[in-house]
Each structure stands twice: as C-alpha cells, then as structure tokens.
C-alpha cells in the first residue's frame, strides 16, 4: 500500500502562487507514476498534471499549462505542483495520485491517493 498526504493548500488572491506537496509513504516503488487532480463543487475530478518516475514525462491540462509546474524529489518521495497566476476557476480540492508503472509513462489511472488539500483563490 502506498499513502499520499498533500500539503500546501490554502487562500490566495488571484494572480498569487501556492505550492503544492504531496508526501508518499509505505511502498513508494508502487507510486512510480503521479499526478494531481483537482474537483470543484459539483464537478468531476479531473486531471491537472501527471509525471512520469523519471520525472523527464509530464502532461499538463490545457487549463494550467503555462502556469502550473509539476515536479518530484524521487529521494524524498514527495511530488510538488507549483502555481502560479492563480485564477479563481482554479479553486478546488486538490489530489495527489498515484499508480506503478514500469514504462516511464505520464498517463496512468490512479490507483491511490490523497485525502486532498484545498485552494482557494479570491477574486
């Protein structure tokens, strides 16, 4: 079993920056591929990036590219999502997940995550 717990959510102005982390303990070798998803109120949760283990693969959602970075410390098992020029539509509840993978490969379907962390971004 691997556990993810996020960190780094909070209130932030639109245009601000928040980070992100997400902390994996227990089998890290089966969190191989990760990514962060949000949900907003009555909405399904979608993808907003994902990495692969060699941290060299990323794919971004349309709606942050530019402006979100995700990044990951395989030695320290943590996964970060940088954020920047916020907007209030980014406000969510923000998930970390993750999925082995032996391919190197930023696409997966998420088999653990977080409990979430929630943004929110004042207009």
């Known amino acids: 079993q691997v556990q993810l717990v996020e960190s780094g959510g909070g209130l932030v102005q639109a245009g601000g920056s928040l980070r992100l982390s997400c902390a994996a303990s227990g089998r890290t070798s089966s969190a191989s591929v990760m990514g962060w998803f949000r949900q907003a109120p009555g909405k399904e949760r979608v993808i907003v990036a994902t990495?692969?283990?060699?941290?060299?693969?990323?794919y971004y959602a349309d709606s942050v590219k530019g402006r979100f970075t995700i990044s990951r410390d395989n030695a320290k098992n943590t996964l970060y999502l940088q954020m920047n020029s916020l907007k209030p539509e980014d406000a969510a509840v923000y998930y970390c997940?993750?999925?082995?993978?032996?391919?190197?490969?930023?696409?997966?379907?998420?088999?653990?995550w977080g409990q979430g962390t929630q943004v929110t971004v004042s207009s």
């Open positions: 997940a993750a999925a082995p993978d032996n391919t190197d490969s930023p696409f997966f379907s998420p088999r653990y």
């Open positions: 990495i692969s283990w060699s941290g060299t693969m990323t």
